[in-house]
């Protein structure tokens, strides 16, 4: 029996164990027995009151009859405990692996140790769960095998640096590095029409740059880390001599660097500490790869739900390798951070708000980045995380209170089988979730660029799309559910009219047959007279 969550593999063994507590109740108290008391009334004091008394033992033993072979088909399979499941048979399966009560690796593990190994569930029940296991396996299978962009999404869009030191040394590589070299691109206006005093190195360095990393994630230079700056000399590396970048004075740190105190001798000249590239870029010491280290140590569930996602899908955007998926996740825990970092100009602190035009625009860009990020917030955070609680939670209630819903409806055809459907709905809600869940990723891969997916850019087309996911995550199993229930419903009456037509049909037969048998009796008599 596939669940929808592990939390609800878990519900759907606590409420059989349940079912199974209240069948047994029933049947020590006796109470399974008074529908059979409600037929044996119904079949007399009810055919007594219909006025003609003429064939009434007739009809009352065809209503009986009838009605208690009824009810025992329906306390056969949809009531009496038949079929023995282990607990490993309620299972949820991700991307990456099945789980089963008692080996989840969550409190769960430990805060339901009281469960059964095993429960009974009847027959039709454990039919309809096989069923609806079986179509969300399907689904799943038909579905193209794509990586789950939306939780990406999230999971970026929570990376933060809280930690101070880190906090403080980023800002001061902004001021040292990134805001010095971002100086020097716009005076010799690198990139375009560079001026004759801009030394030809870095705008050889510079242009090779821009060719090779553009369209990629790392080449916006909203970046403080962004592959041209790091590569090109003059900027944050170090020009052959300094002779030819005079500039490259203003570029750099002029105190002492937390971890390269012991590799440079900052008593000398101001220029003797580490270039900006080895200060990003260093693996043992580098500022990078400590903005890495404490996202892997401090955000380690967020970080490795990154990497799991990343493992496809970072293929197609050019996002290969650990170093790649480290600038990732730098890149975006540093524009999350930004205001705490480097003020509440912008993130990186070189886009000022000089005119009203600018202000518009900024008012503008928050306000749609807010609403991008409030909605896909709520829609991971709230929606698509609490609906399969809620799915275990109604499978729970469902299973639970069964036994007392058919004794209080009579072992009626009718409820009986709209709760079936009912439940099979809701068992099917996890492929209708994996339905919307495709229909999402297409639209994020072709609506938006990779840049944009990794949350870097989340603007009103964003938040439309958040809108869409949420409606879909929502909309399609609760229309689709609609229409199961609707037809379970018909599909009930109709089995309880032919429960009817039956009933009457013997009645028809017995007063034929009552009418017949006097119609002999009282020829034998006369022929005796």
Known sequence: MEAGSVFGSYTFLFGWYIFDMLVGVLQATALWLVPFFVV??????GQAGAGSYRGFSERSLGTMEVGVYVKAVVIAFSLLPLVSVNSSSFTYSDETSTHTPGNTNTTFDSTLT???????????????????????????????????????????????????????????????????????????????????QAPVQMVTDFNSA???????????????????????????????????????DAIGPYSPVSGWETIYDFSSPARSGPSCADWWSSPARGLKQKLVTYMETERSDITDSIADNFTAWGTAIGVVNAEDRGDAIVQRALSNTGSLIYGSNSAEGHNSVTNFKDFIDWVAGTFSAVTGNGILSLLNGVIVDSLPLLQGYLVLIIAALLPLVMLVTLYSPKPVIALAFFLMAILLWPGMWAIAR??????????FDSYSILGMQLNAPAAILSIIAMLGYIGIPVIFSKLLVTAGVEAGRIAQDSVGNIQQSTQGSVNQGASAAGGAVNKAIKKRK
């Open 438 to 447: 495709w229909i999402d990723n297409v639209l994020l891969e072709s609506i």
């Open 114 to 196: 009281a469960l059964p190994p095993q429960v009974q569930v009847p027959l039709l029940w454990y039919t309809v769960s096989s069923l609806a296991g079986g179509i969300n396996a399907a689904i799943e299978a038909i579905l193209p095998d794509q990586e789950d962009i939306r939780s990406l999404m999230h999971s970026m869009g929570q990376l933060s640096i809280h930690d101070p030191a880190l906090q403080a040394e980023v800002r001061r590589f902004n001021r040292d590095c990134y805001q010095p070299s971002i100086s020097t691109i716009r005076s010799f206006n690198l990139g375009g029409d560079s001026s004759a």
């Open 210 to 248: 821009q060719n090779l990393y553009e369209g990629e994630i790392y080449g916006d230079l909203s970046y403080i880390g962004a592959r041209q700056l790091l590569t090109t000399r003059g900027l944050y590396r170090l020009c052959n001599s300094p002779a030819d970048c005079p500039h490259q």
């Open 40 to 45: 044996f009334f119904e079949s007399t004091i």
